[in-house]
């Protein structure tokens, strides 16, 4: 909440900022060959659209917008900012791919890059920073076909216990997959064995997924819209705020410190169990630099593997949670991914990366798992570093840059009928598994654009796909309730990530020998 006892002064300086900004934009309007920016609802003289935006499923809003405006790309104005949304996948490749140089920059959050201090974590660190790419290439090298290969043990080992626990308590099964999607990230990343969602670090992981939302909350933090508040000092009356952020950022320094601690210590005892941040280490500590180099190098390995758990833990999991509740119930793409998993368990006893290529329909489903229930339904928003231009319109420089993926993902022009959930929109044609699919790929926008792109795709898909296939080959999954079979009458969840809202849901042992 903004400080009462101070309005008058932060009023006065956003007045001054918003005229400010305005004034610029009015001139460089004046300046570009593109004059007018893209369509969009003004809203209020102060706030612009900040009252009309809804609290949940704001990407149904965008299309609507689009529609009534007649235009793919909309924009408006939440207080001083410029959002521009981009409801269609040619303005989302035109301009999050194509010219990925300057749409790949995250919009600045003052209070929590800032004064939380996490301007350096790799979702929020400016493309144009070197660690970027560091950052990237690293996770990439850990979590791409090598990697998924060596945490494959890993991955075996917690879908079986996952198996275990869905079968005696399959009541709880929501819990059973957030234990599962969180010990592997914590057994990949660290090398760290987690029984119950209780674990101490876990607790470390989701507090700091409360804080990082808490201070990232839009609308919240007029330090974000008036940044020379930053500068305001903690003792002032009416900065409440600014120690609120500054314990925050204390705590989010203390808490990324925990994991990354324990690898060190188990390292020094000769105990460290192979993970991420343990091979990285080990590999740093034989290289030979000067220690600023080395004290550099090890600060980048702790931010890369403190993302793992935020980037992978609520995307896997609301990816498995839709998936097991769409297939209770569609039985017959159920049954129909199972007989290939059948087929495929009766030639090979265990289940390696290989393998996945023989499953095409379960692959097909997984993709419209994320083409039906969009994981990220606006991915993570981008920032443009320079003014452009795109179908006439002027896309002001700084502007945040929100691609709607669900629109994408029910655009009945690249997928007929798009309410309706069909996994043979993805089957390849002749069975030729590196056949093109009849409907465009959707994982090439479940993942995000340019130079954000997520650099787990492999690992997630490869990880989503084992368990998929385990559990529909363990048990029958069904739902009593018809009302539910119906798609049109599911609810989803909104927030950075998105799923189905869980319904009740049984899970039936087959008598099939473990594998
Ligand atoms: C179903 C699973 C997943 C989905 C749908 C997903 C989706 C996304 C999306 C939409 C973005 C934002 C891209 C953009 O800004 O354009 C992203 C970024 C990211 N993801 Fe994933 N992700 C998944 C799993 C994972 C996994 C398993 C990891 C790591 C092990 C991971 C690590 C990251 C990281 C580090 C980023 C930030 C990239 C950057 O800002 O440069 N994600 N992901």
Known sequence: MFPV????????????????????????HRTSSASRLPPGPTGTLFAGVKRLLPSTEPWKKYLAWSKHFDSPIISFRVYNKRIVVLNDYRSVQALLDNRAAIYSDRPMSWMY????????????????????????????????????KLAWPVLQDEVNALLDGLSS????????????TAGIVMKVAFGYSIKTLEDPFIKVSEETSKISGWATTPGRWLVDYVPILRYVPSWVPGAAWKRQGLQWKERLTHLSDVPHQWVKAQLTAGQGI???????????????????????????IKWCSGALYAGASHT??????????????????????????????????????V???????????????????????????????QEDEYMGYRIPKGATILPNVWAIMHDPILYPDPFVFSPDRFVPRDGDVNATSPQPD???????FGRRACPG??????????????????????????QLHNCENLQFTTGITSHIKPFPITFTPRDVSSL
């Not at 192979?274 to 600060?299: G, I, P």
């Open 457 to 482: 795709t492999e690992f997630a898909e490869a990880s989503l796909l084992l368990m998929m296939a385990k559990i529909i080959y363990r048990f029958v999954l069904e739902c009593k309730d018809s």
């Open 274 to 300: 192979e993970s991420f941040t343990s091979r990285l280490l080990s590999q740093l500590a034989e290289e030979e630099q000067d220690s600023a180099q080395a004290e550099e190098k090890e600060d980048i």
């Open 113 to 148: 890059n800032v004064i939380c201090g996490r301007g350096n974590a790799i979702f929020n660190i400016s493309a144009s920073n070197p660690r970027h790419k560091a950052y990237r290439r690293l996770i990439q090298q850990g979590l791409g076909t090598k990697g998924t």
């Open 169 to 180: 308590s399959p009541a709880d099964w929501e819990q059973h997959l957030l234990r599962t």
């Open 355 to 385: 393998c996945l290529s023989r499953l095409p329909y379960l692959r097909a489903t997984l993709k419209e798992v994320l083409r039906f229930a969009p994981v990220g339904n606006l991915a993570l928003p981008h920032c443009v570093i």
């Open 5 to 28: 006892e101070s309005v008058a002064l932060y009023l006065t300086c956003f007045s001054i900022t918003l005229l400010t900004t305005r004034l610029l934009s009015k001139w460089s």
């Open 442 to 448: 959707p994982t090439q926008f479940a993942f995000g």
């Open 316 to 353: 896997t999991v609301s990816a498995l949670t839709s998936f097991v509740l769409l297939m209770a119930i569609h039985p017959d793409i159920q049954q129909k991914a199972r007989q290939e998993v059948d087929e495929l368990f009766k030639y090979v006893g265990v289940l390696d990366t």
